[in-house]
């Protein structure tokens, strides 16, 4: 399919390091991937679900010790270790290769080699990057098809260019003691080995979109992060962009996704999704930032998405869908997970492939789960009921603001605007969210997740915060930087603002404060709404008084936050810039008055 001398030297590299019976490209053709779904389903890797209620969707299991990403497995591979930092794991790449190596050795003997070229972001765009993915996995290959633009227009693109990221992917024998997703960032090249699982070896996602990216962005000047696009459409029509970040378990994709209350409605206002994990930002002609989705499809998580908390999602996943680890409901040949609704299958088979006793389930034992709590939905973007017109737009589109947020219990605000870009880092930069009895351990703990890229920055963490104050210069007219916090409880544990569609309100205040159309108060963390610029028409139990509930600062709880967060720079390590110790002592002074 190519004469690129780049691209067919290393495919012989790999092929003669991995023995494959065959190599086959993928040229991105309905009948190509019609015959590998085919295959698929003969072998049982896929399971066909009933044509007429799931028109052409699939049910796939991974192996039971291979259900989500492995942060303890995944390393960046820098010829310094200081480069990765502390945050990361790092592996010399010599001796990264070299154990990787003995692994992929003869792994895809009586395999096929699948040749994947993929475009992260329109092909032949300004902000598209190319990438080829060489795996054993037909799974792989039909997720990619959805999640990317692959095929034959990436290689032509390409032409004989040598700048692609190289990706290779083996399952082996699936063992979890030997499992390893690495980074090698000086080479554009990734290595995953011994998983089948999405985010472990759909390796345009986080190893490429954001781990390779954000490195390739410090390099050359945009940046590659962890956040929602979407787009508010104003009664007149005017649509304005917003850019968010939010660590896992904070409601991104309902986010992404929102349905604006019903009021909001009448008026005229709609909300368009662009993206629901990842933007890639530049700096425009114009001088503000833009921003695009690489990706072409939504890897979203199942449990919970139903026709209340994110019908645009639930809608999305009913025709041309991969289900991954769900119960399949065998009287109807369709799929089931908890939290989609009340009427579970009586016949069934759970995620692991046994059969499931829906009278057995406990919600506080999620052994008892039908489907795994992290199983998953690959779907086509194109297919969401609220995609954007600008989802394919090359250019992108142009952020008003930058939304970051956490789940915290009672230190932050339903929302405060930072006072400027380099506060506004700052703010980004204590990102954090308290785990919930959902989580593991203790509850309460406040866990710091900067920029929601904790587990994808693919390098120093100091650097990447240098690097988000480098970029503050060079946007003449930057987006303002806002925090948000829909988890705010009482003093019985209740959650006193309703969230989901009714985070539009908090958003349309973020926007009329980027147009100057409304004022706000001055406190030690930055600027907070006045009470009544947040409009409660139709929301019962929330009154005026609420909201100032909800807006106000607590000093003692900051104070003592600040010395989590002189902690958390210090685990960093001494690449932290000094302009933020300066934000962080310019906090404590303010709130200790």
């Known amino acids: 399919m190519t004469n690129n ?55 796939h299991r991974t192996a039971v010790n291979d259900v989500a990403r492995v942060e303890g497995r995944t390393f960046i ?25 003995k692994l992929f050795r003869g792994s895809m003997k009586g395999r096929t080699m699948y040749v994947i070229p993929y475009s992260m972001g329109v092909v032949g765009s300004e902000f598209a990057k190319i990438g080829i993915e ?8 039909l997720n990619m098809l959805i999640m990317t633009r692959a095929g034959k227009e990436v290689i032509d693109a390409l032409g004989d260019s040598a700048d692609f990221v190289k990706g290779l ?12 997703i690495c980074h090698f960032p000086e080479d554009n090249t990734i290595w995953s080995v011994n998983s089948g699982y999405g985010g472990n070896v759909l390796l345009g996602k986080k190893c490429f979109a954001l781990r390779i990216a954000s490195y390739l962005g410090r390099k050359e000047g945009w940046m590659a992060e962890h956040m929602l696009i979407l787009g508010i459409q104003y009664p007149d029509g005017e649509i304005k962009y917003i850019s968010a970040a939010f660590p896992s378990a904070c409601g991104k994709t309902n986010l992404a996704m929102l349905i604006p209350p019903e009021f909001l409605q009448k008026k005229g206002y709609k909300v368009w999704c662009v993206g629901d994990d990842i933007a890639w930002l530049r700096v425009g002609a ?28 639930l809608a999305t996943t009913m025709h041309d869908t991969i289900f991954t680890n769900v119960v399949h409901d065998l009287d109807n040949n369709t799929v089931w997970w908890e939290g989609l609704n ?80 380099q506060n506004g880092t700052f703010v980004g930069s204590i990102m954090a969210s308290e785990t919930t009895a959902a989580a593991a351990g203790a509850v309460g703990v406040v866990r710091r997740d900067p920029m929601a890229m904790r587990p994808f920055v693919g390098y120093n963490m100091g650097d990447y915060f240098a690097h988000w104050l480098e970029m503050g210069k060079r946007i003449p007219n930057a987006p303002k930087i806002f925090n948000v916090n829909w988890f705010r409880t009482d003093d019985e544990g209740h959650f006193i603002w309703p969230g989901f569609g009714d985070n539009m309100r908090v958003l349309l205040w973020i926007l009329a404060r980027c147009e100057g159309k409304v004022d706000a108060v001055e ?55 000094a302009e933020l110790y300066d934000e962080l002592a310019a906090l404590e002074a303010r709130l200790s008055k």
Request: aromatic share 10%.
């Open 342 to 421: 009340d009427n579970p299958p009586k016949n069934a088979i759970d995620w692991k492939g046994n059969p499931w006793d829906y009278t057995k389930y406990d919600k506080k034992d999620k052994s008892t789960c039908g489907a795994h709590p992290n199983s998953r939905f690959t779907a086509m973007a194109t297919n969401c009921p609220c995609i954007s017109s600008e989802f394919a737009n090359p250019a992108g589109v142009p952020i008003s603001a930058i939304v970051f947020g956490g789940r915290r219990a009672k230190t932050a605000p339903l929302v405060y605007q930072s006072k400027d870009w």
């Open 523 to 577: 406190t030690p963390i930055g600027f907070v709404p006045k009470a009544e610029d947040i409009d409660i028409e139709g929301l019962d139990g929330v009154t005026i008084d609420t909201i100032r509930e909800l807006l106000t600062v607590d000093k003692e709880s900051w104070l003592e936050d600040v010395a989590n967060i002189r902690e958390f720079y210090a685990m960093v390590g001494d690449r932290v810039p």
């Open 286 to 313: 114009d001088g503000r930032l833009w921003a695009v989705n690489p990706e072409n499809g939504f890897f979203g998580v199942a449990p919970g998405t139903n026709d209340k908390s994110n019908p645009n999602a």
């Open 5 to 59: 001398m780049y691209v067919k030297n290393w495919i012989d590299e790999m092929a003669a390091l991995t023995q494959p019976d065959s190599i086959v490209w993928i040229d991105g053709s309905e009948e190509q991937a019609e015959a590998l779904r085919a295959e698929a389903v003969k072998t049982g890797e896929m399971i066909k679900l009933n044509e007429e209620k799931l028109p052409r969707c699939y049910l």
């Open 169 to 180: 992917h083996g399952k082996a024998d699936i063992d979890e003691e030997n499992r390893y």
């Open 77 to 101: 591979c820098t010829t310094k270790k200081e480069d990765a930092g502390n945050i990361n794991n790092w592996m010399a790449p010599a001796e990264c290769y070299e154990k990787l190596s």
């Open 134 to 141: 060489l795996t054993d996995s037909i799974y792989v290959v």
